[in-house]
T-cell receptor, first 112, second 119 residues
Framework: GENVEQHPSTLSVQEGDSAVIKCTYS??????FPWYKQELGKGPQLIID?????GEKKDQRIAVTLNKTAKHFSLHITETQPEDSAVYFC???????????FGAGTTVTVRA | GAVVSQHPSWVICKSGTSVKIECRSL??????MFWYRQFPKQSLMLMAT?????????EQGVEKDKFLINHASLTLSTLTVTSAHPEDSSFYIC???????????????FGPGTRLTVL
Protein backbone atom coordinates (compact mmCIF):
# COMPACT_ATOMS: atom_id res chain seq x y z
CA GLY A 1 0.00 0.00 0.00
CA GLU A 2 0.89 3.66 -0.10
CA ASN A 3 3.38 4.97 2.45
CA VAL A 4 3.54 8.72 3.04
CA GLU A 5 6.39 10.19 5.06
CA GLN A 6 6.27 13.75 6.36
CA HIS A 7 9.01 16.00 7.71
CA PRO A 8 9.65 17.75 9.98
CA SER A 9 7.44 16.57 12.84
CA THR A 10 7.64 20.00 14.50
CA LEU A 11 8.43 23.40 13.05
CA SER A 12 8.80 26.69 14.87
CA VAL A 13 9.03 29.89 12.84
CA GLN A 14 9.07 33.59 13.57
CA GLU A 15 5.99 35.49 12.48
CA GLY A 16 6.47 36.75 8.96
CA ASP A 17 8.93 34.03 8.00
CA SER A 18 8.16 31.12 5.66
CA ALA A 19 7.38 27.54 6.63
CA VAL A 20 8.05 24.51 4.44
CA ILE A 21 6.79 20.97 5.04
CA LYS A 22 7.91 18.08 2.86
CA CYS A 23 6.27 14.74 2.10
CA THR A 24 7.33 11.73 0.09
CA TYR A 25 5.13 8.94 -1.21
CA SER A 26 5.90 5.42 -2.35
CA UNK A 27 3.18 4.49 -4.85
CA UNK A 28 3.81 5.95 -8.30
CA UNK A 29 0.09 5.45 -9.09
CA UNK A 30 -0.89 8.14 -6.56
CA UNK A 31 -2.17 11.18 -8.36
CA UNK A 32 -3.95 13.39 -5.82
CA PHE A 33 -2.16 15.17 -2.98
CA PRO A 34 -4.15 17.27 -0.50
CA TRP A 35 -2.92 19.18 2.51
CA TYR A 36 -4.99 19.53 5.65
CA LYS A 37 -4.75 21.88 8.62
CA GLN A 38 -6.01 20.61 11.96
CA GLU A 39 -6.52 22.82 14.98
CA LEU A 40 -6.75 21.36 18.43
CA GLY A 41 -9.97 19.43 19.00
CA LYS A 42 -11.23 19.98 15.46
CA GLY A 43 -11.44 18.01 12.25
CA PRO A 44 -8.91 18.48 9.45
CA GLN A 45 -9.57 21.33 7.04
CA LEU A 46 -8.56 21.06 3.39
CA ILE A 47 -6.30 24.03 2.63
CA ILE A 48 -4.88 23.18 -0.77
CA ASP A 49 -4.52 20.20 -3.07
CA UNK A 50 -2.71 19.29 -6.26
CA UNK A 51 -3.15 16.68 -8.91
CA UNK A 52 -0.30 14.89 -10.64
CA UNK A 53 -0.75 16.70 -13.93
CA UNK A 54 0.27 19.99 -12.25
CA GLY A 55 3.67 20.90 -10.83
CA GLU A 56 2.69 23.82 -8.64
CA LYS A 57 -0.41 25.45 -7.25
CA LYS A 58 -0.76 28.63 -5.24
CA ASP A 59 -3.53 30.15 -3.16
CA GLN A 60 -2.60 33.46 -1.55
CA ARG A 61 0.08 32.67 1.08
CA ILE A 62 -0.06 28.93 0.54
CA ALA A 63 1.57 26.99 -2.27
CA VAL A 64 2.15 23.33 -3.02
CA THR A 65 4.79 21.88 -5.33
CA LEU A 66 4.90 18.36 -6.73
CA ASN A 67 7.82 16.42 -8.16
CA LYS A 68 6.40 13.23 -9.67
CA THR A 69 9.76 11.85 -10.67
CA ALA A 70 11.12 12.09 -7.15
CA LYS A 71 7.74 11.29 -5.61
CA HIS A 72 7.70 14.19 -3.24
CA PHE A 73 5.52 17.22 -2.64
CA SER A 74 5.84 20.22 -0.37
CA LEU A 75 3.69 22.82 1.33
CA HIS A 76 4.96 26.39 1.48
CA ILE A 77 3.43 29.00 3.76
CA THR A 78 4.73 32.52 3.32
CA GLU A 79 4.40 35.50 5.66
CA THR A 80 3.34 33.24 8.51
CA GLN A 81 0.90 34.54 11.09
CA PRO A 82 0.06 33.26 14.60
CA GLU A 83 -3.22 31.81 13.28
CA ASP A 84 -1.17 29.51 11.03
CA SER A 85 -0.16 27.60 14.17
CA ALA A 86 -1.72 24.13 13.86
CA VAL A 87 -0.95 20.56 12.84
CA TYR A 88 -0.58 20.07 9.10
CA PHE A 89 -1.07 16.73 7.37
CA CYS A 90 -0.16 15.75 3.84
CA UNK A 91 -1.97 12.89 2.13
CA UNK A 92 -2.01 10.94 -1.10
CA UNK A 93 -4.59 8.92 -3.01
CA UNK A 94 -5.05 7.18 -6.31
CA UNK A 95 -7.63 7.72 -9.01
CA UNK A 96 -10.76 5.59 -8.42
CA UNK A 97 -9.44 4.49 -5.03
CA UNK A 98 -10.20 7.67 -3.10
CA UNK A 99 -8.73 6.37 0.15
CA UNK A 100 -6.29 8.85 1.63
CA UNK A 101 -2.96 7.80 3.09
CA PHE A 102 -1.82 10.42 5.59
CA GLY A 103 1.57 11.57 6.69
CA ALA A 104 2.36 11.67 10.39
CA GLY A 105 1.72 15.39 10.68
CA THR A 106 3.76 18.52 11.37
CA THR A 107 3.09 20.74 14.36
CA VAL A 108 3.72 24.31 13.25
CA THR A 109 4.20 27.03 15.83
CA VAL A 110 4.40 30.64 14.71
CA ARG A 111 6.15 32.82 17.29
CA ALA A 112 4.84 36.37 17.58
CA GLY B 1 -15.85 24.10 0.59
CA ALA B 2 -18.42 21.42 1.25
CA VAL B 3 -19.74 21.14 4.80
CA VAL B 4 -19.75 17.94 6.83
CA SER B 5 -21.25 17.78 10.30
CA GLN B 6 -20.93 15.23 13.08
CA HIS B 7 -23.10 14.57 16.09
CA PRO B 8 -22.43 14.45 18.93
CA SER B 9 -19.24 16.49 19.24
CA TRP B 10 -18.36 14.61 22.41
CA VAL B 11 -19.79 11.72 24.37
CA ILE B 12 -18.97 10.00 27.64
CA CYS B 13 -20.33 6.52 28.23
CA LYS B 14 -19.94 3.59 30.57
CA SER B 15 -18.01 0.51 29.59
CA GLY B 16 -20.21 -2.05 27.84
CA THR B 17 -22.66 0.42 26.33
CA SER B 18 -23.03 1.28 22.64
CA VAL B 19 -22.57 4.71 21.14
CA LYS B 20 -23.81 5.99 17.78
CA ILE B 21 -22.08 8.81 15.91
CA GLU B 22 -23.72 10.53 12.96
CA CYS B 23 -21.99 12.06 9.97
CA ARG B 24 -23.93 14.28 7.58
CA SER B 25 -23.05 16.05 4.36
CA LEU B 26 -25.00 19.30 4.55
CA UNK B 27 -24.82 20.81 1.08
CA UNK B 28 -24.01 17.92 -1.19
CA UNK B 29 -24.77 14.25 -1.69
CA UNK B 30 -21.98 11.90 -0.71
CA UNK B 31 -22.01 8.40 -2.15
CA UNK B 32 -18.85 7.64 -0.21
CA MET B 33 -17.97 8.55 3.33
CA PHE B 34 -14.98 7.51 5.39
CA TRP B 35 -14.51 6.93 9.10
CA TYR B 36 -11.21 7.67 10.80
CA ARG B 37 -9.84 7.28 14.27
CA GLN B 38 -7.22 9.57 15.73
CA PHE B 39 -5.31 9.11 18.95
CA PRO B 40 -3.68 12.10 20.70
CA LYS B 41 -0.77 13.58 18.76
CA GLN B 42 -1.10 10.97 16.04
CA SER B 43 -2.23 10.91 12.46
CA LEU B 44 -5.61 9.82 11.14
CA MET B 45 -6.15 6.09 10.76
CA LEU B 46 -8.74 5.00 8.23
CA MET B 47 -11.19 2.54 9.77
CA ALA B 48 -13.67 1.94 6.97
CA THR B 49 -15.17 3.18 3.75
CA UNK B 50 -18.92 3.67 3.81
CA UNK B 51 -20.80 3.42 0.52
CA UNK B 52 -24.43 4.45 0.24
CA UNK B 53 -26.70 1.44 -0.11
CA UNK B 54 -24.04 -1.20 0.35
CA UNK B 55 -21.92 -2.75 3.06
CA UNK B 56 -18.97 -0.85 4.42
CA UNK B 57 -15.44 -1.90 3.58
CA UNK B 58 -13.25 -2.21 6.66
CA GLU B 59 -9.50 -1.75 6.85
CA GLN B 60 -7.36 -4.58 8.05
CA GLY B 61 -7.45 -4.98 11.81
CA VAL B 62 -10.73 -3.11 12.30
CA GLU B 63 -13.47 -5.28 13.81
CA LYS B 64 -16.60 -4.88 11.71
CA ASP B 65 -18.82 -6.34 14.44
CA LYS B 66 -17.56 -3.80 16.90
CA PHE B 67 -17.70 -0.75 14.65
CA LEU B 68 -21.01 -0.94 12.82
CA ILE B 69 -21.40 1.40 9.88
CA ASN B 70 -24.65 2.26 8.14
CA HIS B 71 -24.92 4.54 5.12
CA ALA B 72 -28.64 4.57 4.50
CA SER B 73 -28.88 7.81 2.55
CA LEU B 74 -26.71 10.03 0.38
CA THR B 75 -26.26 12.50 3.21
CA LEU B 76 -25.97 10.34 6.34
CA SER B 77 -23.57 7.71 7.58
CA THR B 78 -23.54 6.38 11.14
CA LEU B 79 -20.83 4.67 13.16
CA THR B 80 -21.92 2.61 16.16
CA VAL B 81 -19.28 1.56 18.63
CA THR B 82 -20.75 -1.54 20.25
CA SER B 83 -19.91 -2.72 23.75
CA ALA B 84 -17.47 0.15 24.16
CA HIS B 85 -14.43 -0.23 26.40
CA PRO B 86 -11.88 2.31 27.64
CA GLU B 87 -9.47 1.40 24.86
CA ASP B 88 -12.10 2.60 22.36
CA SER B 89 -11.74 6.12 23.72
CA SER B 90 -10.53 8.24 20.83
CA PHE B 91 -11.36 11.06 18.43
CA TYR B 92 -13.57 9.72 15.63
CA ILE B 93 -13.71 11.75 12.43
CA CYS B 94 -15.74 11.21 9.28
CA UNK B 95 -15.16 12.59 5.84
CA UNK B 96 -17.23 12.74 2.70
CA UNK B 97 -16.05 12.50 -0.87
CA UNK B 98 -17.30 15.25 -3.13
CA UNK B 99 -18.38 13.69 -6.43
CA UNK B 100 -17.14 15.50 -9.52
CA UNK B 101 -15.58 18.82 -8.62
CA UNK B 102 -12.27 20.34 -9.63
CA UNK B 103 -10.29 17.32 -8.44
CA UNK B 104 -12.40 14.69 -10.20
CA UNK B 105 -14.21 13.39 -7.16
CA UNK B 106 -11.15 12.86 -5.03
CA UNK B 107 -11.69 15.78 -2.65
CA UNK B 108 -12.64 14.81 0.88
CA UNK B 109 -14.07 17.17 3.42
CA PHE B 110 -13.94 16.29 7.07
CA GLY B 111 -16.39 16.64 9.88
CA PRO B 112 -15.43 18.33 13.17
CA GLY B 113 -14.90 15.03 14.94
CA THR B 114 -16.46 13.27 17.93
CA ARG B 115 -14.54 12.81 21.16
CA LEU B 116 -15.51 9.48 22.73
CA THR B 117 -14.57 8.77 26.32
CA VAL B 118 -15.42 5.36 27.73
CA LEU B 119 -15.29 5.11 31.52
Amino acid sequence: GENVEQHPSTLSVQEGDSAVIKCTYSDSASNYFPWYKQELGKGPQLIIDIRSNVGEKKDQRIAVTLNKTAKHFSLHITETQPEDSAVYFCAASKHNDYKLSFGAGTTVTVRA
Amino acid sequence: GAVVSQHPSWVICKSGTSVKIECRSLDFQATTMFWYRQFPKQSLMLMATSNEGSKATYEQGVEKDKFLINHASLTLSTLTVTSAHPEDSSFYICSARVPGGASGGTEQFFGPGTRLTVL
